[in-house]
C-alpha cells in the first residue's frame, strides 16, 4: 500500500513503516529516542518494534497505565518529568506505541515539553489505526470529561503496520469498527455497504478497509484541519456517545464503555434523531440499528439515566454560543452539521434504542 501524506504528515504502512522511520532517524540525527507504552504494548509490541529499529541513538522506555481513566493531566507530569530526569532536549524525538489514549497523550506530551518536540505515533489498536492516525489531534481528559484539553499538531510519521492487530482481543478490534462504520455513513455508501456481512471480513479485507478509512479521513481533515465545518462530521454518533461514554466512566456501578462501543450507541441515536429531523428514512435506521445491535449487542441504559447523560452533552467540543450542536444524516454518506435537537427527542431516541 502506498502511503498517504496529510497536512504534512505521513502515513506508512506495514513494511513501508521500518524503511521509512530508520531513514528518518538517519537524517534528523535526534540526540535521544524515548519510547512512550503502556504495560500491554510494553509486552505485546515493543519487541516486534525494538527488533527493526536502525540507530545508535540512546533509547529510553517511558511506560504508563493502561486505559481512558490514565489519560489526565496528572500522567502527562508523570511524564514530562520522566522527561526531565533522563536529561530529554529538543531535539530528542517521543515515540509513542500504543492506542488511542498513547498516541493522543503522547502527542500532548510531546506538543508543551520544551514548547514542542518531534514526535511519532506508532497506532496498535484499529480504533487508533483509523482514528487518532490521521487529523494531528492530541490531548487529555479533564476528570471524567474527554478530550477537553489538547492541541492539533501532527506528528513526523505515522506506521500502521497491521500485525499489531494480532496482539488486540475482540472487543478491542470491535471498538474500532465503530469508528469504520462511521466513516462509511458520513462519506461512502459502496463503504458502508462493505460492512453489512462483517462475518465475511478477513485480515486481508481489514488491511484494504484501514487504508480506505484513512483516505476519508485525509479528505477531511486537509479540507478542515481545524474543525471549523467539515471535520465536524467526523462527530457523528459522538454527541450523545461522548456523554455515554463519560458517564459509564465516571459510575462506579457501570461497566467502563470502550469508546466504539460508547460511539456505537451514539449513531444509533443520531441515525433516529436524522430520521425525526434531517429526513434520513427510516429503514436505514432500522437497518444501522439492526446491523450495530447485532454486532455489538445492547447496553442497558436506564430512563433516570438519561437526564445525567443528557446534562454532561453540554461539554461537548462542537457547542457555541451555548448551543449544542449535532451531525445529523439527510442520506448515507451526506451529513448535516450543526443541528439543534429538543430533549424530548433525545429521549425519544433513547426509547428507539432499548425497543
Not at 457523528?236 to 465516571?250: K, N, P, Q, V
Not at 429526513?279 to 449487542?297: R, S, V
Amino acid at each position: 500500500m502506498d502511503s498517504i501524506t496529510a497536512n504534512n504528515c505521513t502515513i506508512h504502512f506495514n513494511n513501508l513503516c521500518y524503511t521509512s522511520l530508520n531513514k528518518h532517524l538517519k537524517e534528523n540525527n535526534f540526540s535521544k529516542i524515548f519510547i512512550l507504552v503502556d504495560e500491554n504494548t510494553h509486552q505485546f509490541c515493543l519487541p516486534l518494534f525494538i527488533e527493526k529499529l536502525e540507530t545508535n541513538a540512546v533509547i529510553e522506555i517511558i511506560e504508563i497505565e493502561s486505559g481512558e481513566i490514565n489519560k489526565t493531566i496528572e500522567t502527562c507530569v508523570g511524564v514530562w518529568n520522566t522527561l526531565s530526569e533522563l536529561d530529554a532536549d529538543r531535539k530528542c524525538l517521543l515515540i509513542n506505541i500504543g492506542g488511542g489514549v498513547i498516541t493522543d497523550l503522547g502527542g500532548f506530551v510531546a506538543c508543551t515539553f520544551k514548547r514542542g518536540i518531534a514526535y511519532v505515533n506508532v497506532p496498535t489498536t484499529l480504533l487508533s489505526m483509523v482514528d487518532a492516525s490521521v487529523g494531528g489531534k492530541t490531548g487529555v481528559d479533564l476528570g471524567h470529561l474527554k478530550n477537553q484539553i489538547g492541541v492539533i499538531s501532527n506528528p513526523d510519521l505515522v506506521l500502521i503496520d497491521t500485525q499489531f492487530l494480532n496482539t488486540l482481543p475482540q472487543n478491542q478490534m470491535r471498538s474500532g469498527l465503530a469508528e469504520m462504520l462511521k466513516h462509511g455513513l458520513i462519506s461512502d455508501v459502496n463503504y458502508w455497504n462493505k460492512f453489512q456481512d462483517l462475518t465475511k471480513l478477513n485480515l486481508d479485507d481489514l488491511d484494504v478497509l484501514i487504508y480506505e478509512s484513512v483516505l476519508i479521513k485525509k479528505h477531511v481533515v486537509e479540507i478542515d484541519p481545524f474543525e471549523n465545518g467539515l471535520r465536524k462530521t467526523l462527530n457523528f454518533g459522538h454527541t450523545l456517545g461522548h456523554a455515554i461514554e463519560s458517564y459509564f466512566l465516571s459510575n462506579p456501578e457501570k461497566t467502563t464503555l470502550l469508546h466504539g462501543e460508547a460511539i456505537v450507541i451514539g449513531m444509533i441515536l443520531a441515525s433516529y434523531i436524522s430520521t425525526q429531523l434531517a429526513g434520513f428514512p427510516l429503514e436505514d435506521t432500522l437497518k444501522i440499528k439492526k446491523l450495530c445491535t447485532n454486532y455489538y449487542g445492547k447496553v442497558d441504559i436506564l430512563e433516570s439515566e438519561h437526564q445525567t447523560i443528557m446534562d454532561l452533552l453540554k461539554y461537548d467540543k462542537k457547542n457555541n454560543h451555548g448551543n449544542i450542536n449535532f451531525v445529523l444524516l439527510e442520506a448515507i454518506g451526506k451529513p448535516k452539521i450543526d443541528c439543534l435537537v429538543d430533549d424530548a427527542i433525545i429521549i425519544d431516541a433513547f426509547a428507539f434504542y432499548a425497543s
